[in-house]
């Protein structure tokens, strides 16, 4: 009886210790590989940037013998367009591509900072999230219609093996996640403009991070649908 009683003693701590920490190890797992397949996160790089020349008193200071105004939504709009063409002209150049989105993201960087700049009116920047936003909602709704896969299974489907009724729901909240932030980008830039540059920054940032955990929760609970012993095989 002793023996028993030592063997229960020692094995079960271990049980649920090893349970919990494998549990810890999928949900970070996930959390990552979202994150990184959806490569949301560099948007923030030129943002970050943005935001920081953005909260600078407008001044002018002598940059190589030329007076250049520094500070405010004008300035602030030029670095983010050269910040966002020196991140992804960086990706470019190492990756030898750009995805899908990131072209996107570039050229509504430089659509919309141009016309803010040539005409003198940040109206034109405040629309650049709610559109961006939208076309990528646009995107994950077109691929329930288009196409063989979904955009969700085409971007994490060589990572994850799941059953087709999660991928759909996963698609599904992707478009819905794209058209609130896109919703909530427009509203408080039109409403709030005292705070519309703080929430474009880190309003959209909480909110993608708020987003990933859950997905990443979800889909912790559900990679126990599919066999991880069963090879994975391309559609």
């Known amino acids: 009886m002793a023996v028993q009683i030592n063997i229960h003693r020692t094995i079960k701590p271990q049980v649920s210790w090893r349970f919990r920490y494998q549990g810890c190890l999928l949900l970070c797992r996930d959390i990552l590989l979202l994150a990184a397949t959806v490569k949301q996160f560099i948007d923030f790089i030129p943002l970050f940037l943005f935001f920081i020349v953005y909260k600078i008193d407008p001044?002018?200071?002598?940059?190589?013998g030329h007076e250049v105004s520094v500070g405010g939504i004008y300035s602030a709009t030029a670095v983010l367009i050269i910040s966002s063409l020196v991140v992804y002209g960086a990706l470019f150049v190492s990756q030898r591509k750009l995805e899908k989105s990131q072209w996107l993201t570039?050229?509504?960087c430089l659509v919309f900072g141009s016309l803010t700049l040539a005409f003198h009116s940040e109206t034109f920047l405040k629309w650049k999230a709610p559109v961006v936003n939208w076309l990528f909602a646009l995107a994950f709704i077109g691929s329930h219609f288009i196409g063989d896969r979904l955009l969700?299974?085409?971007i994490m489907g060589h990572a994850l093996t799941?059953?087709?009724p999660v991928w759909t729901r996963l698609n599904i909240a992707w478009i819905a996640f794209f058209l609130f932030c896109g919703a909530a980008n427009l509203f408080v830039a039109f409403t709030f403009q005292s705070i519309w540059?703080?929430?474009k920054v880190f309003g959209s940032l909480g909110?993608?991070?708020l987003f990933l955990v859950g997905q990443g929760i979800y889909l912790?609970?559900?990679l126990h649908d599919?066999?991880?012993t069963t090879p994975k095989t391309e559609d």
Do not use: G, N, Q, W
């Open 59 to 64: 001044r002018v200071v002598d940059l190589a």
């Open 106 to 108: 570039l050229v509504a």
């Open 152 to 154: 969700i299974k085409r």
């Open 162 to 164: 799941l059953p087709e």
């Open 197 to 199: 540059v703080d929430f």
């Open 207 to 209: 909110m993608t991070v």
């Open 220 to 222: 912790s609970r559900h």
């Open 226 to 228: 599919a066999d991880p």
